[in-house]
């Protein structure tokens, strides 16, 4: 039984408790990043030991089985980007590929990048005796951010998102209940020239229009096998589901950092790179989802997805009416970044506190930069049109902070679906009741003509 199919079943009414996030923002802490920490430094690596102690220290002494590790993680990282290339010369090739080869490269793809990815367990035995950090810090200073983004507090914050070159689609693969395709376009992300990709599935023939999910931090559906990658009742209504890849993720990952890292190893400066990239992203994604399917266009977000969802929710009052959402969902969602990245337990767990403090974040120091990361304002569209769902046990995202912007947005009680869950648990728990997913497409209806 994958992940998929667990989320789903009925014993997930066992699990999807308090407990369960507590347990699992533990093992997040202490295995999954240290191991991530270890197998990102290996793929830069590429098999050079004194390469791998420099991005991942450990205090162990030289051994066979480390050299082994990294070899292996070399041939898979190779591997997996010789997929890679093979899948996206195939699938965005000017002519359209055979079927059944156009699902065999993606499928060779997918397994590739899955078998790099679970690379990490080769790591261990070391993790067992000596740990290896979590993050790769690289706290960008006070001043640095200024540079960068202290321009944006005295002129428009974000932008309407402006297209610079046209969205290219890959050839569809079809099945009986869908089609797959992607997409990818020119972004920016903290100066650097990046490409954004999102993943679509629609359901045949004509969509009512389309839903676009934000992930969560981490979260890479494109790379692990068994993942949930949508919600059925989403194509099943008629709307397509847009799945983007955020900054720092997936495809987007820097070379030497795991996916999500990079959010939060240049601490305040990372969440300000991600989110003034990813907002005018998905405003860029509504527009062209609306002109591809004919129909509204409702934007959901997860964890670190609804911090930037709600942004988008402010920022699109400057923006063209093709580039606003018409509905809103937010899963466990924050009135507050600090609550978040200073009060949550998981950044606790990671160090996040003290980093940045150590390059001089002081509370005053953050205090000029909260308008670009929290949505300061009311929302471009009616409180009616906005969903979410809270745990009321969630530490990662208190609680409280979720509860206090919907309050300040004043959306309505029956809109919001509080649940004696945490932070993990109330985004997995969506698979085993979408009742809050089926309200969106319900609310996308109610603006259909």
Not at 168 to 184: A, Y
Not at 210 to 230: M, P
Request: hydrophobic residues 45%; contains cysteine.
């Amino acid at each position: 039984m994958n992940i998929a199919s667990l989320q789903s079943s009925p014993i997930a009414d066992l699990w999807l408790r308090p407990w369960y996030d507590r347990m699992a923002a533990d093992i997040l802490a202490r295995w999954y990043f240290p191991l991530s920490r270890a197998w990102a430094a290996a793929c830069q690596a590429a098999g050079d030991p004194a390469r791998f102690a420099a991005a991942a220290p450990y205090d162990g002494p030289p051994s066979s089985g480390l050299d082994k590790a990294l070899r292996a993680v070399a041939a898979k990282a190779d591997a997996y980007r010789t997929a890679e290339a093979t899948w996206a010369d195939m699938v965005f090739a000017p002519d359209p590929p055979d079927g059944r080869a156009a699902a065999t490269v993606t499928e060779t793809r997918l397994a590739a990048a899955h078998t790099l990815m679970a690379t990490r367990r080769r790591f261990v035995p070391w993790q067992v005796r000596r740990r290896f950090p979590t993050v790769r810090w690289r706290v960008a200073s006070v001043d640095a951010a200024r540079r960068r983004h202290g321009p944006r507090l005295h002129g428009i914050a974000f932008p309407a998102p402006v297209v610079a070159g046209a969205v290219q689609l890959s050839h569809p693969l079809r099945e009986p209940d869908r089609e797959t395709f992607w997409l990818r376009f020119d972004s920016t992300v903290s100066g650097t020239p990046d490409i954004a990709w999102a993943r679509v599935d629609k359901p045949p023939g004509r969509c009512r229009g389309a839903v676009i999910l934000a992930h969560g931090i981490g979260i890479e559906t494109e790379f692990w096998r068994g993942l949930a990658t949508g919600h059925a009742g989403i194509l099943a209504a008629g709307y397509a589901l847009v799945a983007p890849e955020g900054p720092y993720h997936g495809r987007r990952c820097p070379p030497g950092f795991y996916g999500g890292e990079g959010v939060f190893a240049a601490g305040v400066q990372g969440l300000l790179d991600y989110t003034a990239a990813h907002v005018s992203e998905l405003g860029r994604l509504i527009a062209w989802a609306r002109a591809a399917f004919a129909g509204p266009v409702g934007l959901a977000g997860i964890s670190l997805g609804a911090l930037t969802t709600q942004i988008v929710a402010v920022a699109a009052h400057g923006w063209s009416p093709e580039q606003r959402p018409d509905a809103l969902l937010l899963v466990t969602a924050s009135d507050s970044v600090v609550a978040a990245a200073i009060e949550g337990r998981l950044a606790r767990l990671l160090g996040v506190p003290a980093a940045v403090a150590a390059a001089g974040w002081t509370p005053q120091a953050w205090q000029p930069y909260l308008p670009l990361l929290e949505p300061r304002g009311a929302p471009a569209l009616p409180a009616e049109r906005i969903l979410a769902v809270l745990g009321t046990a969630d530490e990662i995202m208190p609680y409280h902070a979720g509860d206090a912007l919907m309050t300040r947005w004043q959306v309505p009680r029956h809109n919001v679906f509080r649940r004696r869950q945490g932070h993990f648990s109330a985004s997995l728990g969506l698979a085993r009741d979408d009742t809050p997913m089926r309200r969106l497409t319900e609310l996308l209806d109610a603006g259909v003509d």
